[in-house]
């Protein structure tokens, strides 16, 4: 009898021994990301009138070689632009303010004739939108409109608007 016990202390000790040498580890932590983000600060400039009479430059002949069936769309759009463009730089202005475009197609020279009205204008007093106490009041309502504007459209920018186009 004296040997089982022997034999079953031996064997709880085992399984003490055994339980004993486990290792077990828990650890916690909080896991914080950090933030990245990228904020423009916008700015605002006015711009002051060089003349506040409607003006009127060109015409511009834009794409002159160039026959009026390879001309699309996208490139009378562009033809404007460049008009724009060089009415400003005429006027010494840096942007012309409520531009209208007259195109017609250049039967001599080919291309397309351009004529753009509108009034000159020189940006000024640039600064950081807030820091003058008007901004608030005359560019919110302005972002608001825009923002309602790309909205209902889709686009985030407004296109010059033709009323006629005419093939002769």
Known sequence: ???????AAMMCGYALNTMAQ??????????????????????????????????????????????????SIALVQDAKANAAYKAAQIAGADIILG?????????????????????PAKYTDFHNYGDKSTDEKWVGPLQEGARIRSY?????QTASVSNETRNK
Do not use: W
């Open 1 to 7: 009898m004296r040997k089982i016990f022997v034999i």
């Open 22 to 71: 486990t290792d077990y580890e828990h650890a916690q932590t909080r896991v914080q990301e950090a933030m990245s983000e990228f904020f423009v600060r916008p700015m605002v400039a006015e711009l002051k009138m060089i003349n506040t009479e409607c003006q009127e430059y060109g015409p511009f002949n834009i794409y002159p070689g160039v026959p009026l069936s390879d001309i």
């Open 99 to 119: 531009a209208t475009f007259y195109v017609v197609n250049n039967k001599k020279q080919k291309g397309l004739d351009i004529i753009v009205k509108g009034y």
């Open 152 to 156: 209902q459209t889709g686009s985030t």
